[in-house]
């Protein structure tokens, strides 16, 4: 069974991202979360969000970006849609290869992964990308341990 706990759109400027946060916080907070399974939760939709707005719709306020918190079960599922060109993590650098420590690029994927229990991307109904962020509420939280 899926309950809705949150749906927004934001317009795609960053300092839309407080708003997406504290409407995040609210909602885990009345699930019950502890601070630290809010902040690590924050910290990667926060990292997912702005993805969407930068390198999805590239600032483009016009074009907003879709975030949807649910509960599917035992999990939390976030989704984060953008209205850009695709996305395929695939193609993105691994930011620990010593090549590309000093290279932009790839933090974010890296920190929503480490934070939650699954991370995928696919391409929206209409166009642009969709990452997906699940999170088990039950147990131990994920490993954030960035070398695994």
Known sequence: MQDMLLDLAIPSRLE???IVR???DTALRQLGLDGEARHRIGLAAHE???NAVIHGNHLDPGRPVQIHLERDGEDLVIRVADQG???DPAGVADPLRPENQLRPGGRGLLIMRALMDEVHHMSGATGGAVAILRRRLGGDPPDPDLDH
Do not use: I, K, S
């Open 22 to 24: 504290a409407r995040l």
């Open 16 to 18: 839309e991202m407080g």
């Open 48 to 50: 997912a969000v702005a």
């Open 85 to 87: 060109t695709g996305f």
